[in-house]
């Protein structure tokens, strides 16, 4: 029997309901909006300063690498100049390739007309030389080349 009043209870104790305290819920809504009026704001200036920061670190790493960048540049230029020097490369070929200067008689004049290379026929009267805006083939390839004619009798 003593089991049935405590059901009871339970059951009475049941249809309680809390009211609400809206007093205390206002306050509570007013709390959280003034914490949100300074939260907001100090978050915003934390994630522009971590941008910030970010960027900093970004640049520096890009000037660091456009310096790598600019003294790479200027190795391959001193490197190029080298590699592109007229006495370097017909000394590799008379050592090399056993390259020799051609004999007079094997020289043909040719002429430039509208960027083309014509050859000339020597005329009877004027058998080793050029003739107006002709020029001897090595004197073309130096031209070409961006170097100075050389003599016909130079026979480094």
């Known amino acids: 029997m003593t089991q049935r009043p405590d059901r009871q209870r339970l059951r009475i104790n049941a249809r309680l309901v809390r ?6 819920a206002r306050e509570l809504r007013r709390f959280l909006i003034y914490g949100a009026l300074v939260v907001v704001p100090l978050l915003a200036y934390v994630g522009q300063r ?9 640049v520096e790493k890009l000037k660091q690498e456009k310096q790598q960048l600019l003294e790479s540049h200027k190795q391959l230029i001193v490197e190029r100049s080298y590699l592109l020097a007229p006495d370097r490369i017909e000394r590799l070929a008379r050592r090399q390739l056993g390259l020799v200067d051609p004999a007079p008689e094997d020289v ?3 002429m430039l007309r509208d960027g083309r290379v014509d050859l000339e ?6 058998a080793g030389g050029p003739e107006g805006d002709t020029a001897t083939a ?3 390839a130096a031209a070409l080349a961006g170097g100075a004619p050389r003599p016909r009798g130079d026979a480094r």
Request: charged letters at 50%; zero cysteines; glycine letters at 4%.
């Open 19 to 24: 009211e609400r305290d809206r007093a205390r």
């Open 50 to 58: 971590v941008d910030f920061l970010r960027l900093s670190y970004r």
């Open 108 to 110: 043909r004049p040719v």
């Open 121 to 126: 026929e020597r005329r009877a009267g004027r």
């Open 138 to 140: 090595p004197a073309l």
